[in-house]
């Protein structure tokens, strides 16, 4: 493995594959703070042009952590199907690019190549791609899934209605969840971030979600997002889940810090499939996002973009009806501004839909993050532009409970709106049923939550 | 951009807008400029029933029943959006008053992160003590406790000025109340959650909890989260730890949450675990 290279008469050489990833990254805070950034502007070059000479055989052959000590990576190898893999081995990374964006190559092309791809090689091709390539690459990929509903299919758009109060007060709740379906947010999955953990609180917003979606035959999903093993005993104990949630790192430390194992995961999977309420087959929500792992010191010096690309090669194993994407929610230490955040979002959707992963993606910024509305709304119209499945419907952006922003009803509606983009079928039957859309378009009776009364 | 500014400029738009209120004048005297109300007005045009959306804006913070224009935000609710999250960008910069501290008798530790500059782009540095801090607790921390409190600042002064004086009474009598020992409380500045594993071990505690600064959201930067964990070690992961948020007025009031963490904190001592292995137990 040639990892040295000759640039402008200077020669760069880096010690393994891992630390020309991590070089090769476009800044990030998080890779500056855990001191794997490149050091200057010429080093990260030479890293991509190392980085672009790389075989795939090369990176299959040096894992960035071991197989033998990592979950993720086993996860990852497992699944990898070795006939596509080995049609694909001998291209270089440089050479994987320019088949990716060739007019020659289609999405069902592409969906075949992922299943050849590991992680680390579908992080690094992102490492030779821009703000355009990204978008046009991924603008190919569109996976569809299903869950109650279809979701994916060419012109349509969905949201999760994100209804939280901060005491979870379901009344609360309730109105915020009017709300939103008001302005047609709700037809990926109405889904209820608990402030309490406990079973109980989770059953009864379960309860709650279930009653009002079967009462107004809404075409949707619900969801509570508490941690996995507080659904599985909600779910024993009666409690109708459609969807199950939980957040997921891309490596196996990380995923201990979230409490969470394969084990676990297929265990919620099984008993969903004797006791949970959707049609399925997809009934697992996940949410990711570049940072965790060096926020939770459980980065093993690997980059956080190419860290997200593992947890994609883990979440896959599950096929889940939903993937959110959710950088920016951590703060200035992993993505400093609006700029690294527009960034990581743009290389998560197309890692994401290179997973062949039913990608969403919630462009957000804390309050003491350098951003603000207008990055996000960027963010919102380019992955929109790129061809995410979903985005989160907050009440005017500000979540109430977690204490960031999140794209509003408002904003939801204008991405439609721009793009001519649909809700999904069923939902949109539903919303022309409620009199809040016509044509696509949201009527003069949209955006009143006393149409509920 | 100061509150006198964004009055300004929203003077000016205004009167291009028409608008009759609006000063003639660049230059003003201050009982002239132009007031811009804070007060969030239902915005939803002709509504089925407006006591509804009146009642349901009673009872959550969340900006509901606010209307729009075409799909967007009327301009009032839009700057008052803009307004609030200016604010809480200006409160992450804030130092806790010290008087405050002073006056509940909290001594003051310090992390590794000098300034807020390090504080917010390396976790690492407020995940200790600095040396100094770390000889003082060796020395005059009260050692053995079933129980010690540690309040930080985190990302929001403004959650430990507003809730510090109701809330550690409320933990102490909780706690005094099941017959259970607690330690001096402390304040430790620029402090991530972390840095509770570090001072556990050096006054060797069964229960740590830290009262921090959770950083500040739009409807709110007065809140406060606690983050409790029993006997933490080298193999302490985030799952180990049990997280009760939303402490303030507007969410679980401090004297509510008094009750409710030394009831979660005697669970912890009786299971002898926290985070997920808690919940377990509690379930079984």
Same mark, same amino acid.
């Given at each position: 493995m040639?990892l040295?290279?000759?640039m402008r008469?200077?020669?760069?050489?880096?010690?393994?594959?891992?630390?020309?990833?991590?070089?090769a990254?476009e800044?990030?805070?998080?890779?500056?703070?855990?001191?794997?950034?490149?050091?200057?502007?010429l080093?990260?070059?030479?890293?991509k042009?190392?980085?672009?000479?790389?075989t795939?055989?090369?990176?299959?052959d040096?894992?960035?952590?071991?197989?033998?000590? /990592?979950?993720?990576t086993?996860?990852?190898y497992?699944d990898i199907?070795?006939?596509?893999? *080995?049609?694909?081995?001998?291209?270089?990374?440089?050479?994987?690019?320019n088949?990716?964006?060739?007019?020659?190559t289609?999405?069902?092309?592409?969906?075949?190549?992922?299943?050849?791809?590991t992680s680390?090689?579908?992080?690094?091709?992102?490492?030779?791609?821009?703000?355009?390539?990204?978008?046009?690459?991924?603008?190919?990929?569109?996976?569809?899934?299903?869950?109650n509903?279809?979701?994916?299919?060419?012109?349509k758009?969905?949201?999760?209605?994100q209804?939280n109060?901060?005491? /979870?007060?379901?009344?609360?709740?309730l109105?915020?969840?009017?709300?939103g379906?008001?302005?047609?947010?709700?037809?990926a999955?109405?889904?209820?971030?608990?402030?309490n /953990?406990?079973?109980?609180?989770v059953?009864?917003?379960?309860?709650?979600?279930h009653?009002?979606?079967?009462?107004?035959k809404?075409?949707?999903? *619900?969801?509570?997002?508490?941690?996995i093993?507080?659904?599985?005993?909600?779910?024993?104990?009666?409690?109708?889940i459609?969807?199950?949630?939980q957040?997921?790192?891309?490596?196996q430390?990380?995923?201990?810090?979230?409490?969470v194992?394969k084990?676990?995961?297929?265990?919620?999977?099984?008993?969903?499939?004797?006791?949970?309420t959707?049609?399925?087959p997809?009934i697992?929500?996940?949410?990711?996002?570049q940072g965790s792992?060096?926020?939770?010191a459980?980065?093993?010096?690997?980059?956080?973009?190419t860290?997200?690309a593992?947890?994609?090669?883990?979440?896959?194993?599950?096929?889940p009806?939903?993937?959110n994407?959710v950088?920016g929610?951590i703060?200035?230490?992993?993505?400093?501004?609006?700029?690294?955040?527009?960034?990581a979002?743009?290389?998560?959707?197309f890692?994401?839909?290179?997973?062949?992963?039913?990608?969403?993606i919630?462009?957000?910024?804390?309050?003491?993050m350098?951003?603000?509305?207008?990055?996000?709304?960027?963010?919102?119209?380019?992955?929109?532009v790129?061809?995410?499945?979903f985005?989160m419907g907050v009440?005017a952006?500000d979540?109430?409970m977690? *204490?960031?922003q999140?794209?509003?009803?408002?904003?939801?509606a204008s991405?439609r709106?721009m793009?001519h983009?649909?809700?999904?079928?069923?939902?949109e039957?539903?919303?022309?049923?409620m009199?809040?859309?016509?044509?696509?378009?949201?009527?003069?009776?949209?955006?009143d939550?006393s149409?509920f /009364? | 951009?100061?509150?006198?500014?964004?009055?300004?400029?929203?003077?000016?738009?205004?009167?291009?807008?028409?608008?009759?209120?609006?000063?003639?004048?660049?230059?003003?005297?201050?009982?002239?400029?132009f007031?811009?109300?804070?007060?969030?007005?239902i915005?939803?045009?002709?509504?089925?029933?407006?006591?509804?959306?009146?009642?349901a804006?009673?009872i959550?913070?969340?900006?509901?029943?606010?209307?729009?224009?075409?799909t967007?935000?009327?301009?009032s609710?839009?700057?008052?959006?803009?307004?609030?999250h200016?604010?809480?960008?200006d409160?992450?910069l804030?130092d806790?008053?010290?008087?405050i501290l002073?006056?509940l008798?909290?001594?003051i530790?310090?992390t590794k992160?000098e300034?807020?500059?390090?504080?917010?782009?390396?976790?690492?540095s407020?995940r200790?003590?600095?040396?100094?801090?770390?000889?003082?607790?060796?020395k005059n921390?009260?050692?053995g406790?079933?129980v010690?409190v540690?309040v930080?600042d985190?990302?929001?002064?403004?959650a430990v000025?507003?809730?510090?004086?109701?809330l550690?009474?409320?933990?102490?009598?909780g706690?005094?109340?099941?017959?259970?020992?607690?330690?001096?409380?402390?304040?430790v500045?620029?402090?991530?959650?972390?840095?509770?594993d570090h001072?556990?071990?050096?006054?060797?505690?069964?229960?740590i909890?830290?009262?921090?600064?959770?950083?500040p959201?739009l409807?709110?930067?007065?809140?406060?989260s606690a983050?409790?964990?029993?006997?933490p070690?080298e193999k302490?992961v985030?799952?180990?730890?049990?997280v009760?948020s939303?402490?303030?007025?507007?969410?679980?009031s401090?004297?509510?949450?008094?009750?409710?963490?030394?009831?979660?904190?005697?669970?912890?001592?009786?299971?002898?675990?926290s985070?997920?292995?808690?919940?377990?137990?509690r379930n079984?």
């Amino acid at each position: 493995m040639n990892l040295s290279c000759i640039m402008r008469d200077q020669k760069y050489s880096f010690g393994s594959l891992k630390e020309v990833l991590a070089k090769a990254s476009e800044e990030k805070s998080g890779d500056i703070m855990a001191g794997v950034s490149a050091g200057s502007y010429l080093e990260r070059m030479a890293a991509k042009v190392v980085l672009s000479n790389l075989t795939l055989q090369e990176i299959y052959d040096n894992p960035v952590i071991p197989y033998e000590t /990592d979950e993720v990576t086993r996860v990852i190898y497992d699944d990898i199907n070795e006939f596509i893999y *080995n049609e694909m081995k001998s291209l270089t990374v440089g050479e994987l690019r320019n088949v990716i964006l060739s007019h020659d190559t289609d999405s069902h092309k592409l969906a075949r190549m992922s299943q050849g791809l590991t992680s680390e090689m579908i992080a690094a091709v992102a490492k030779l791609m821009s703000t355009i390539d990204l978008v046009l690459a991924s603008q190919k990929m569109k996976h569809q899934a299903f869950c109650n509903t279809l979701i994916g299919e060419p012109g349509k758009l969905a949201y999760r209605c994100q209804p939280n109060h901060p005491v /979870d007060l379901p009344e609360g709740i309730l109105y915020s969840l009017k709300e939103g379906l008001s302005y047609g947010s709700g037809d990926a999955v109405i889904g209820i971030n608990p402030n309490n /953990d406990s079973v109980e609180s989770v059953k009864r917003l379960l309860t709650m979600s279930h009653e009002f979606i079967t009462k107004w035959k809404i075409p949707t999903q *619900n969801c509570v997002l508490a941690h996995i093993s507080t659904q599985i005993e909600a779910l024993q104990k009666g409690a109708p889940i459609d969807l199950m949630f939980q957040s997921l790192a891309g490596t196996q430390k990380g995923n201990e810090a979230f409490g969470v194992s394969k084990e676990i995961i297929d265990h919620g999977q099984a008993l969903m499939r004797k006791h949970g309420t959707s049609t399925g087959p997809n009934i697992f929500y996940f949410e990711t996002g570049q940072g965790s792992e060096v926020s939770l010191a459980a980065d093993h010096g690997v980059d956080m973009q190419t860290l997200e690309a593992r947890t994609y090669g883990y979440a896959r194993h599950w096929k889940p009806f939903m993937l959110n994407n959710v950088s920016g929610f951590i703060g200035p230490e992993t993505l400093f501004d609006g700029r690294q955040m527009i960034r990581a979002d743009l290389e998560d959707l197309f890692m994401g839909k290179m997973h062949n992963l039913p990608m969403g993606i919630a462009p957000t910024y804390t309050n003491h993050m350098h951003s603000d509305q207008n990055d996000q709304e960027i963010a919102g119209i380019l992955t929109a532009v790129a061809g995410a499945n979903f985005y989160m419907g907050v009440p005017a952006g500000d979540d109430v409970m977690l *204490n960031y922003q999140d794209t509003s009803f408002h904003d939801d509606a204008s991405l439609r709106e721009m793009l001519h983009l649909r809700p999904l079928t069923e939902f949109e039957k539903w919303l022309e049923n409620m009199g809040i859309m016509e044509n696509g378009r949201l009527t003069k009776y949209a955006g009143d939550l006393s149409l509920f /009364d | 951009m100061n509150k006198n500014q964004i009055e300004d400029i929203v003077s000016k738009v205004l009167a291009n807008l028409g608008n009759t209120q609006s000063p003639k004048q660049p230059t003003q005297r201050e009982d002239d400029a132009f007031h811009f109300s804070k007060e969030d007005v239902i915005g939803v045009e002709n509504p089925k029933n407006k006591q509804t959306i009146a009642h349901a804006r009673s009872i959550t913070p969340a900006r509901i029943g606010i209307g729009h224009t075409g799909t967007r935000m009327l301009t009032s609710h839009y700057l008052n959006f803009r307004i609030d999250h200016a604010a809480a960008q200006d409160a992450v910069l804030k130092d806790v008053d010290e008087e405050i501290l002073k006056q509940l008798g909290l001594p003051i530790l310090q992390t590794k992160a000098e300034d807020m500059q390090t504080y917010l782009m390396n976790l690492d540095s407020g995940r200790r003590l600095n040396e100094e801090s770390e000889t003082w607790l060796k020395k005059n921390g009260e050692k053995g406790k079933q129980v010690q409190v540690i309040v930080c600042d985190g990302l929001s002064s403004t959650a430990v000025e507003e809730n510090i004086a109701d809330l550690l009474p409320a933990i102490n009598q909780g706690l005094s109340l099941k017959g259970i020992t607690f330690a001096k409380p402390l304040f430790v500045k620029n402090a991530r959650v972390w840095v509770q594993d570090h001072v556990a071990q050096i006054v060797n505690c069964d229960v740590i909890i830290s009262l921090i600064g959770e950083r500040p959201g739009l409807a709110s930067a007065k809140s406060i989260s606690a983050y409790m964990i029993y006997k933490p070690n080298e193999k302490t992961v985030e799952a180990d730890r049990t997280v009760i948020s939303n402490i303030h007025e507007g969410g679980l009031s401090p004297v509510e949450a008094g009750a409710h963490l030394s009831d979660i904190i005697a669970d912890m001592l009786k299971y002898q675990a926290s985070g997920v292995h808690l919940a377990k137990q509690r379930n079984q």
